[in-house]
């Protein structure tokens, strides 16, 4: 029966229905294009931020802590905010106040960083209420970011530990920078001590004579020199 179906539709049925099959398969593979379009469009301009710790540029023994877009469209409305114990910040020596939310920063254009000063690093390793060399505690940072567009809000926690950081020269140890401003500092206090024993000599007058085998010292005016 289906055979003389067929025969009796002709070829234009035939035609018929193959085009009308084809319309529905031609409409189902525009919708798929269109959301495979859509969703690639979404995916060139969806920013993605981290955050992480970064030795400083200049070497002199800093740590940075940056925020870096590695998505692929810009991030705007920034903020970041530090998660942790506040006594854990109050026992390192800081110089980045850890204590409030930052933001916004207008925008982080993409491939983009920003990098903050966050301590000197050798003295994330140095509490000031111990003499013992215990590492700073782990803390999170939260990002929150939205794209150009002001949609699509996103929010994420980053876990930074200085423990991997311990081994770094002019980190977890004085850089050598401040090692010779230190011994620059110790020159200029030995030398303002000299001066210092200087002025009380300097007021001494030799009054010998030739004659006389004994020196004799008479003090003279206390004018400053």
């Not at 870096?68 to 854990?88: D, W």
């Not at 939310?101 to 301590?119: C, D, N, V």
Request: with cysteine; glycine share 8%.
């Amino acid at each position: 029966m289906g055979l003389d179906y067929i025969a009796a539709m002709g070829l234009d049925g035939i035609a018929t229905i193959l085009s009308g099959f084809s319309t529905v398969v031609i409409a189902i593979l525009t919708v798929f294009l269109w959301r495979e379009n859509r969703l690639l469009r979404k995916a060139g301009s969806e920013p993605s931020l981290v955050a992480y710790f970064e030795p400083h540029p200049d070497g002199t023994g800093g740590l940075n802590i940056s925020i870096a877009n590695i998505g692929t469209g810009p991030a705007r409305n920034v903020y970041f905010q530090f998660l942790g114990e506040s006594e854990h910040f109050a026992r390192y020596d800081l110089i980045l106040d850890c204590t409030t939310k930052r933001g916004p920063i207008t925008l982080i254009p993409q491939g983009e960083k920003i990098s903050i000063l966050f301590a000197i690093g050798f003295q994330l390793f140095n509490p000031k209420d111990t003499d013992s060399k215990e590492p700073m505690p782990p803390f999170n940072v939260r990002l929150k970011w939205t794209s150009l567009n002001g949609s699509n809000a996103k929010c994420e926690d980053f876990l930074l530990d200085v423990k991997p950081y311990a081994d770094l020269p002019g980190l977890i140890n004085k850089p050598y920078l401040l090692k010779i401003v230190d011994s620059i500092n110790g020159v200029g206090k030995n030398v303002g001590k000299l001066n210092h024993d200087v002025k009380h000599l300097s007021n001494l007058i030799e009054a010998n004579s030739l004659e006389k085998p004994v020196v004799k010292k008479v003090k003279g005016n206390n004018e400053p020199i």
